[in-house]
């Protein structure tokens, strides 16, 4: 069926992403009750398309699907993985891993907040010497790629660490599953997680953890720290009855089926390398107008590239923001600290002749605005 096309924005934000058309479209489906048998079979084979995507055995691993955006994984897994009189090291490198520790806060938890340098990647050494000192130490708690700076983090030696230890390892994957190559057990990890409006390029609404099945019900005898983000719970509920507990978000999880038979069909390797095409485009670009960016290409996700403000005194990101949202481009704030910078991220569907049009139209907007970088 032919349906209007919509009109067509390139978000450069870190998420949501540029959707296609049939992901939008594949909302509309007649009315149904989410606890129809028919909607419980999307819903578990969408649960083994989520193991698969990041290479997971289906007899070790399984998906636990939730309704809410990304916190509500980090909620889920920081509050119901830890055992009682254990504690959590969390390896604290930037925005987003400092919310799982935020987490950890507001639960009461007993952890380890190893604050690192926002920067650079986690130092794994510093990891495996906190690991060392506190033998009650039973999760450790990593971000993969934080977007806030674009660092990506050494997850395969990290988890390597904790492994080592007799520790589990949960990995905060929202920005980097389903766009970056991941491996269950090659990378070392336990957990992970992530939310269909990236990587997959679907909608908000709907968010999960995959994770090992064993450790999921061993959980069940850890302390109850949360009704709705209980890991253990939501799982059980799934598993017995094809449902999430509570009421699912029925249209994303639609949009979501499209999004990953769309997924399938570009195939692993062909999208990660058409993200490391837009992240070269914009860095291109950047260079051609003579921004300097925050963190050295070497350090990087190639999925987000944070940019300094230039220091020319008529720079104002809210004008040059406006500018390009009118002309269908969004640009993003930065989240490095207090340092004044601004993000390009390379998620979605879009390749780099958007990135190309889009810098046209940042050039068009320093100049009318009087902006000189060199």
Same mark, same amino acid.
């Given at each position: ?10 978000? +450069? !934000? /870190? ?8 992901? @939008? =479209?594949?909302? $509309? ?122 660092? +990506? !983090? /050494? ?8 492994? @080592? =230890?007799?520790? $589990? ?206």
């Amino acid at each position: 069926m032919e349906y209007p096309k919509v009109k067509r924005n390139v978000l +450069l !934000n /870190p998420g949501p992403a540029t959707t296609t058309d049939t992901v @939008k =479209y594949a909302q $509309i489906v007649p009315d149904i009750c989410p606890r129809e048998k028919e909607f419980g079979a999307i819903m578990k084979e969408m649960g083994e398309d989520l193991v698969k995507i990041v290479h997971g055995d289906l007899k070790k691993y399984t998906a636990v699907l939730f309704c809410g955006s990304g916190t509500v994984n980090i909620d889920a897994c920081v509050n119901s993985l830890l055992p009682e009189g254990k504690k959590m090291l969390v390896v604290n490198n930037g925005a987003y891993s400092e919310r799982a520790a935020e987490v950890c806060e507001y639960y009461h938890l007993n952890h380890i907040n190893l604050k690192l340098s926002i920067t650079e990647p986690a130092d794994v050494n510093a990891v495996e010497e906190a690991l060392k000192r506190d033998k009650d130490i039973a999760v450790v708690y990593a971000c993969h790629h934080e977007t806030g700076t674009g660092i +990506l !983090n /050494p997850i395969r030696e990290i988890g390597a660490a904790a492994h @080592k =230890y007799g520790a $589990i390892f949960v990995v905060d994957t929202t920005s980097t599953y389903a766009m970056m190559p991941i491996d269950m057990d090659k990378d070392n990890l336990d957990f992970v997680m992530a939310s269909a409006q990236k990587g997959l390029m679907s909608m908000t609404g709907l968010s999960y953890v995959v994770g090992n099945t064993e450790m999921i019900e061993a959980s069940k005898s850890y302390p109850t720290r949360s009704y709705y983000t209980n890991l253990y719970m939501q799982y059980s509920f799934i598993k017995e009855k094809g449902e999430m507990h509570f009421t699912p978000p029925v249209q994303t999880i639609y949009a979501t089926k499209q999004a990953i038979k769309e997924y399938w069909a570009e195939g692993e390797d062909a999208k990660w390398a058409r993200h490391q095409r837009i992240w070269e485009a914009i860095y291109k670009g950047l260079d051609r107008l003579g921004f300097e960016t925050m963190i050295p290409k070497e350090m990087q996700s190639r999925l987000v590239v944070s940019v300094k403000y230039p220091e020319d005194p008529n720079w104002d990101f809210n004008k040059i923001h406006d500018y390009c949202f009118e002309r269908g481009f969004t640009i993003y704030p930065g989240k490095v600290s207090n340092l004044p910078t601004f993000r390009l991220c390379c998620l979605g569907a879009i390749d780099a002749p958007d990135v190309d049009d889009f810098f046209v139209v940042l050039e068009e907007a320093l100049l009318h605005y009087h902006i000189k970088l060199k």
